[in-house]
């Protein structure tokens, strides 16, 4: 089983500030990794899919990038709107697994 | 556009069997580009593959679970459901259906969740 681990599991950032968030594959999935944003008593969210590739819809804010075994979430200039769960999900081998999630807390 | 929404009991006591069900609008499920799943996330928790089926009744189970679990589909319904047997507190979780992305213009293999249902609650305990 591929174990993705997300850093921070949290992190408290004020608007307009640039967010990071990195995911780390246990091995190589190539760009096999998706990027949701969770908002409370919501369902998940899609955001970026094969590590860099920007859903419809999405605000152009948000951006991904990597491959192998590490990848980045990035927001420029975060809102208010963006308090989230974040999470990655890879889709190259089964189980299909999850990273636990980065909680942004916006000030 | 497409949307999934789940159903089924809200409550089921320990030892039984959850039963949901996933009915699609706005597409149908048996296009074969996508398939078809469940995912489960604990109250306060991250989130966990359950499973995926295809319209031609194809499935893959976390192993994780593999021996409790069985999902089919219905394609005269547009729906697919799960069955999750012998449950205990452990089952508790707000359980969402969402499509696979699988087949593009080149290429077959798994990939995004998008769109998720709503989720629905399911609480095990007697």
């Known amino acids: 089983e591929i174990v993705l681990t997300q850093s921070p599991d949290f992190q408290s950032v004020t608007p307009k500030e640039k967010v990071t968030i990195t995911c780390r594959a246990s091995?190589?999935?190539?760009?096999?990794l998706h990027w949701y944003q969770q908002k409370p008593d919501q369902s998940p969210k899609l955001l970026i899919k094969y590590a860099s590739q920007s859903f419809s819809g999405v605000p152009s804010r948000f951006s991904g990038s990597g491959s192998g075994t590490d990848f980045t979430l990035t927001i420029n200039s975060l809102e208010a709107e963006d308090a989230a769960t974040y999470y990655c999900?890879?889709?190259?081998?089964?189980?299909?697994?999850f990273g636990q999630g980065t909680r942004l807390e916006i000030k | 556009q497409v949307q999934l929404q789940e159903s089924g009991p809200g409550l089921v006591k320990p030892s039984q069997t959850l039963s949901l069900t996933c009915t699609v609008s706005?597409?149908?499920?048996?296009?074969?580009?996508?398939?078809w799943s469940w995912i489960r996330q604990p109250p306060g928790k991250g989130l966990e593959w359950i499973g995926y089926?295809?319209?031609?009744?194809?499935?893959y189970y976390n192993p994780s679970l593999k021996s409790r679990v069985t999902i089919s589909v219905d394609t005269s319904k547009n729906q697919f459901s799960l069955k999750l047997s012998s449950v205990t507190a452990a089952d508790t979780a707000v359980y969402y259906c969402a499509r696979v992305s699988y087949c593009s213009s080149t290429s077959c293999s798994w990939g995004w969740f998008d769109p998720w249902g709503q989720g629905t609650l399911v609480t095990v305990s007697s």
């Open positions: 091995q190589s999935i190539g760009s096999s």
């Open positions: 706005g597409g149908s499920i048996s296009s074969g580009d996508y398939y």
């Open positions: 999900h890879q889709s190259s081998s089964l189980p299909i697994t």
């Open positions: 089926i295809y319209y031609s009744g194809s499935t």
